[in-house]
């Protein structure tokens, strides 16, 4: 039920949300492998512990851009990498919605 479909390697993400109608949102997440776990690991820090909305407007790939890691990164990780922003994101919309 964790596990992020889309990745290459295994990813697993859990979701923990408290209360209130804009939610604080923190994630676990761990891999099989040692350099997704190094990008999951920046994922947690860009979104863990903060507001469903500020989730929902956080740009992961501006902020890779701005990293330099995006350049540094196969299409295959990229793609990966994608796939956890994108149930991160749907983790906070459901957030959202549930409290509206």
């Known amino acids: 039920a ?3 479909p889309g990745c290459v390697s295994q990813v697993w993400l859990t979701t923990e949300q408290g209360p ?7 994630f676990q997440g761990d891999s099989d492998a040692h350099i ?6 920046i ?23 701005e990293l330099g890691l995006d350049e540094h ?5 990229a793609n990966g990498l994608r796939s956890m922003v994108k149930r991160i994101k749907r983790d906070a919309e459901a957030a959202l919605k549930q409290t509206a």
């Open 20 to 26: 209130g109608a804009d939610p604080v949102i923190s």
């Open 36 to 41: 997704v776990r190094g990008l999951v690991a």
């Open 73 to 77: 990164l196969s299409p295959q990780r």
């Open 43 to 65: 994922m947690l820090a860009l979104f863990s512990g903060r507001r469903a909305s500020e989730i929902q407007s956080t740009d992961a790939e501006a902020t890779l851009k």
């Open 2 to 4: 964790n596990k992020v």
